[in-house]
């Protein structure tokens, strides 16, 4: 438990501090600091491309949260990282992906409430928004009332982020093109960017879904609104695609029997093995090292080599 509250405490160091740019091994990156908006405050964003990267062709685009923690160990809180651009390059030049830049965008001080499905919240009690604002007052994630504003975090990224990708590199802007990724709370807002906007995204990869919502199963309301909201919001399961992976160490404890109630909803409403994946990796945490050794396997299902 030690361990989880330390991750939760430091979580949200790296949107507090204005250290280091990060680098890369592989391929070129890109900092825009303080990428303006008029839905959310302004935050830097990390565009990376791979080597080779050519005006000739089109390539997909894979946009990533919590940027700060994605490619480069000596930046970050806790000395780890996706290394994104490792495991991209390697997938690339291996032919086993299609070819693909990565956005990366990195979290405030709001992370909670920019990550937290809005809609699902919204249909809960005034009892149970309460329960969940006691919850995260007492992590240290809030001091006022919980407010989600997750829509306006996704229209961000499609009315303004996006067209920006689009119209200032070589990319492909069409959904089967367009995917969307992150662990954790990370990985909430990655499937709710799917299925609200299910004609912008064709694909997201959640790993470590963060199915409580706050830190804390029994008496929860939170899970069993997500499930309602899937059950009437999942894409089409005949062309987006999903990703799903758990481990069961740290946080990641919590997760196990959530997963499998969220598989029973993708089974129901006609997800099958090519367009939805569930991966369980035992004795695996809920850190950067974790999502970092199997990276490689989300990548190549949402963005297969054609």
């Not at 009892?127 to 989600?148: C, Y």
């Not at 799903?244 to 093995?273: C, I, N, R, S």
Request: aromatic fraction near 12%; proline fraction near 7%; include cysteine.
């Amino acid at each position: 438990m030690k361990s989880i509250r330390l991750y939760l405490i430091l979580l949200l160091l790296p949107s507090l501090m204005k250290g280091q740019q990060p680098a890369v091994s592989n391929g070129t990156l890109y900092y825009i600091s303080n990428f303006e908006s008029k839905f959310i405050a302004a935050r830097d964003v990390e565009i990376w491309l791979p080597n080779g990267y050519s005006a000739d062709k089109k390539y997909a685009v894979l946009y990533m949260h919590d940027g700060q923690m994605l490619f480069d160990a000596t930046t970050t809180w806790n000395k780890q990282a996706w290394e994104v651009d490792e495991t991209a390059s390697k997938l690339q030049a291996n032919q086993q992906t299609r070819d693909f830049i990565v956005v990366g965008i990195n979290n405030s001080p709001l992370r909670h409430p920019e990550y937290f499905p809005q809609k699902p919240y919204e249909s809960l009690t005034e009892a149970q928004k309460q329960l969940v604002t006691q919850s995260l007052k007492e992590k240290g994630r809030i001091t006022d009332k919980f407010v989600p504003v997750s829509d306006a975090y996704l229209q961000f990224l499609v009315t303004e982020l996006k067209p920006y990708i689009d119209s200032h590199y070589s990319v492909n802007p069409k959904p089967d093109a367009t995917c969307i990724a992150g662990s954790s709370m990370g990985g909430l807002i990655s499937l709710y960017a799917l299925c609200e906007y299910p004609d912008v995204f064709g694909g997201a990869a959640c790993l470590s879904t963060h199915w409580p919502g706050i830190f804390a199963v029994e008496g929860n309301p939170v899970p069993d609104a997500f499930l309602n909201y899937l059950r009437n919001h999942l894409p089409n399961p005949n062309t987006n695609k999903i990703y799903f992976d758990y481990g069961d160490q740290t946080l990641d404890a919590l997760y196990p029997p959530l997963q499998q109630k969220v598989d029973e909803v993708m089974k129901e409403k006609g997800f099958d093995a090519l367009h939805w994946r569930t991966q369980f990796f035992p004795g695996k945490d809920h850190s950067e090292q974790s999502w970092k050794e199997r990276l490689a396997i989300p990548l190549q299902f949402i963005l297969p080599a054609n």
